[in-house]
T-cell receptor, first 115, second 113 residues
């Protein structure tokens, strides 16, 4: 079992470019969660998705950020027109149905640097 | 404000000593979880305690939960250098099915060999 796979591990983007972060959940997990961690801080919830559905996006910034979890393929967190303040570590977690709010399995994260 | 707040922010101990970290939260919860994060890595789930439980053990870990005080503690006994990491508490809200966990700021633990 490969665990939660995130790629790329590191991503450098210039201001104004787009960043696409990918997350493949653990086998058998149908729920995906995205969190953002700023330096020296804890994780902040962004969005919770099931296959083809956004369940809770209360933590997503209103503009430039979007997420999807298609029927086939990984979940994608997309940040358009990145700014320096978007620099952070983005973590994806997954869980099986019935374990919502339980112990999640996290990926190793994507560290986004905006220059 | 942040739901989970941890204390202390940093802790440095010698190998073999016990380490205690505390977490406070503000709202009603369904459960409280502790995670470990090694530098530059993802989070590893350590233990989950439900709101109707008071104490839970897992190996060298002991977690307590006091819902009247809205607080939890994580005790690591007989610490090892490999326990050096940041430790976060996270709460799942009592109602709803949002899947959202609210994390504290974390305690950075250094265990000196």
């Amino acid at each position: 079992n490969a665990g939660v796979m995130q790629n790329p591990r590191h991503l450098v983007r210039r201001r104004g470019q787009e960043a696409r972060l990918r997350c493949s959940p653990m086998k058998g997990h149908s729920h995906v969660y995205w969190y953002r961690q700023l330096p020296e801080e804890g994780l902040k919830f962004m969005v919770y998705l099931q296959k083809e559905n956004i369940i809770d996006e209360s933590g997503m910034p209103k503009e430039r950020f979007s997420a999807e979890f298609p029927k086939e393929g990984p979940s994608i967190l997309r940040i358009q027109q990145v700014v320096r303040g978007d620099s952070a570590a983005y973590f994806c977690a997954s869980s099986p149905a019935g374990q919502v709010g339980g112990g999640y399995t996290f990926g190793s994260g994507t560290r986004l640097t905006v220059v | 404000s942040q739901q989970g707040e941890e204390d202390p922010q940093a802790l440095s101990i010698q190998e073999g000593e016990n380490a205690t970290m505390n977490c406070s939260y503000k709202t009603s919860i369904n459960n409280l979880q502790w995670y470990r994060q090694n530098s530059g890595r993802g989070l590893v789930h350590l233990i989950l305690i439900r709101s109707n439980e008071r104490e839970k053990h897992s190996g060298r870990l002991r977690v307590t939960l006091d819902t009247s005080k809205k607080s939890s503690s994580l005790l690591i006994t007989a610490s090892r250098a490999a326990d050096t990491a940041s430790y976060f508490c996270a709460t799942a809200e009592f109602s709803g099915n949002t899947g959202k966990l609210i994390f504290g700021q974390g305690t950075t633990l250094q265990v000196k060999p």
